[in-house]
């Protein structure tokens, strides 16, 4: 069992920078891939980046390649999406998702979920 609590979410003018975390409870972290999703109004969610039990495999989305980065601390059980450039378009609600492999978070069905937070991005 995974528990998953996003946080850095907020309001940031276009061109800015946000930091967003992941939390992960349980022992066995770096034994999940994890990764970022999200989902604005009106919108399916989607997939925005992933990163392997390790660290040492990503894949970003093409929408936020050279803009988004994602990492992680296994010492720390947290992930962080560091958001830079940012558009109106990336306003959303950010999910945390983790999985015991890292073609369940590409295919968009990760085992566990986070509650989300809001980014909005104005223009």
């Known amino acids: 069992q995974v528990q998953l609590v996003e946080s850095g979410g907020g309001l940031v003018q276009a061109g800015g920078s946000l930091r967003l975390s992941c939390a992960a409870s349980g022992r066995t972290f770096s034994g999940y891939a994890m990764g970022w999703f999200r989902q604005a109004p009106g919108k399916e969610r989607e997939f925005v980046a992933a990163i392997s039990g390790g660290g040492g495999h990503t894949y970003h989305a093409d929408s936020v390649k050279g803009r988004f980065t994602i990492s992680r601390d296994n010492a720390k059980n947290t992930v962080v999406l560091q958001m830079n450039s940012l558009k109106p378009e990336d306003t959303a609600v950010y999910y945390c998702?983790?999985?015991?492999?890292?073609?369940?978070?590409?295919?968009?069905?990760?085992?566990?979920w986070g509650q989300g937070t809001q980014v909005t991005v104005s223009s």
């Open positions: 998702a983790a999985d015991l492999t890292f073609g369940g978070i590409i295919s968009g069905t990760p085992g566990y």
